[in-house]
C-alpha cells in the first residue's frame, strides 16, 4: 500500500494528465471535422459554429482551444514544437542537428501512421486556401524561432543575431516545406521519405551549389 503522502502527491497530476488528454482528445476531434468541412465547402464559408455543432461541442469550447478558425487546421504543432525543445533541453540530450533533424522526421511519421488520409487532406487545405496559408507561414516561423534557439544555444550564440543558428533554421524549416510539397503533388512518395531525402541534401551539400563554386573563376 503507497504512503497517504504519495496517493495525495500523485492525485493532482493524475488530474492533470486526464485534463490533457481530455483537450488533446477534444482538439482533434474538432480539427477531423474541420478538415472535413473545409474540404467539402471550403474554408470561407464554413463557420466555427457549423465546426463545433458536427463535432458536438459549443462554440465556446472551440474558442477555449484555439485562438482563430485557421488554428484548428494546426492543432498539435504547438505542441511538437514544445516537445522538440524539451528533448533538447533533456541532460541526455543529442546534438543540436540531430535533435533537429528527429524532431522533423518523427513530426512527419506521425503525420503519416496516425491517419493518412486525414493528415493529406491538412497539408491539401494549408497549400490551397490563402488564409490557411497565411498561418502556415506563421507556424514556419514558430518553428524557425525554435530551432535556432536550440542551435544558437549549442553555439553559445544568440539566436536572432548569429546567422548559422538562423540559415540552419531557415534550412530545416524549407526541407519540411518542400517535402510537404512534393507529398501534395506526388502521394505515393511518403512525406517522411521526401523529408529524409531533403536533409541528405542538405547535409551533403545542395549540388547546385557546389557547380556554382566549381565555375568560379
Same mark, same amino acid.
Given at each position: 500500500?503507497?504512503?497517504?503522502?504519495? !496517493?495525495?502527491? *500523485?492525485?493532482?497530476?493524475?488530474? !492533470?494528465?486526464?485534463?490533457? @488528454?481530455?483537450?488533446?482528445?477534444?482538439?482533434?476531434?474538432?480539427?477531423?471535422?474541420? /478538415?472535413?468541412?473545409?474540404?467539402?465547402? #471550403? =474554408?470561407?464559408?464554413?463557420? +466555427?459554429?457549423?465546426?463545433?455543432? /458536427?463535432?458536438?461541442?459549443?462554440?465556446?469550447?472551440?474558442?477555449?482551444?484555439?485562438? @482563430?478558425?485557421?488554428?484548428?487546421?494546426?492543432?498539435?504543432?504547438?505542441?511538437?514544437?514544445?516537445?522538440?525543445?524539451?528533448?533538447?533541453?533533456?541532460?541526455?540530450?543529442?546534438?543540436?542537428? !540531430?535533435?533537429?533533424?528527429?524532431? =522533423?522526421?518523427?513530426?512527419?511519421?506521425?503525420?503519416?501512421?496516425?491517419?493518412?488520409? =486525414?493528415?493529406?487532406?491538412?497539408?491539401?487545405?494549408?497549400?490551397?486556401?490563402?488564409?490557411?496559408?497565411?498561418?502556415?507561414?506563421?507556424?514556419?516561423?514558430?518553428?524557425?524561432?525554435?530551432?535556432?534557439?536550440?542551435?544558437?544555444?549549442?553555439?553559445?550564440? /544568440?539566436?536572432?543575431?548569429?546567422? !548559422? *543558428?538562423?540559415? +540552419?533554421?531557415?534550412?530545416?524549416?524549407?526541407?519540411?516545406?518542400?517535402? =510537404?510539397?512534393?507529398? +501534395?503533388?506526388?502521394? #505515393?512518395?511518403?512525406?517522411?521519405?521526401?523529408?529524409?531525402?531533403?536533409?541528405?541534401?542538405?547535409?551533403? #551539400?545542395?549540388? /547546385?551549389?557546389?557547380?556554382?563554386?566549381?565555375?568560379?573563376?
Amino acid at each position: 500500500m503507497l504512503p497517504m503522502e504519495a !496517493t495525495c502527491s *500523485s492525485a493532482p497530476r493524475d488530474a !492533470t494528465l486526464r485534463r490533457e @488528454r481530455r483537450r488533446t482528445r477534444m482538439r482533434h476531434e474538432l480539427a477531423k471535422v474541420a /478538415v472535413e468541412l473545409f474540404t467539402k465547402n #471550403g =474554408f470561407e464559408a464554413t463557420t +466555427v459554429d457549423e465546426i463545433a455543432n /458536427v463535432a458536438d461541442y459549443s462554440e465556446s469550447t472551440f474558442f477555449r482551444l484555439f485562438n @482563430r478558425k485557421e488554428d484548428v487546421v494546426f492543432y498539435d504543432l504547438p505542441e511538437r514544437i514544445a516537445a522538440m525543445r524539451a528533448d533538447f533541453a533533456s541532460p541526455n540530450h543529442h546534438s543540436a542537428w !540531430t535533435t533537429i533533424r528527429n524532431a =522533423f522526421l518523427n513530426n512527419a511519421r506521425t503525420w503519416e501512421t496516425s491517419d493518412a488520409e =486525414f493528415a493529406l487532406a491538412r497539408v491539401r487545405l494549408f497549400h490551397r486556401e490563402p488564409a490557411l496559408i497565411a498561418r502556415y507561414l506563421e507556424y514556419c516561423l514558430d518553428w524557425e524561432d525554435a530551432v535556432a534557439d536550440i542551435v544558437a544555444k549549442e553555439r553559445g550564440a /544568440v539566436s536572432d543575431s548569429d546567422l !548559422t *543558428s538562423r540559415l +540552419v533554421a531557415g534550412s530545416a524549416v524549407a526541407a519540411f516545406r518542400a517535402a =510537404f510539397r512534393a507529398h +501534395v503533388a506526388d502521394p #505515393g512518395v511518403g512525406l517522411t521519405q521526401h523529408l529524409e531525402s531533403a536533409f541528405d541534401e542538405l547535409e551533403r #551539400g545542395l549540388p /547546385v551549389f557546389q557547380r556554382s563554386k566549381s565555375h568560379c573563376p
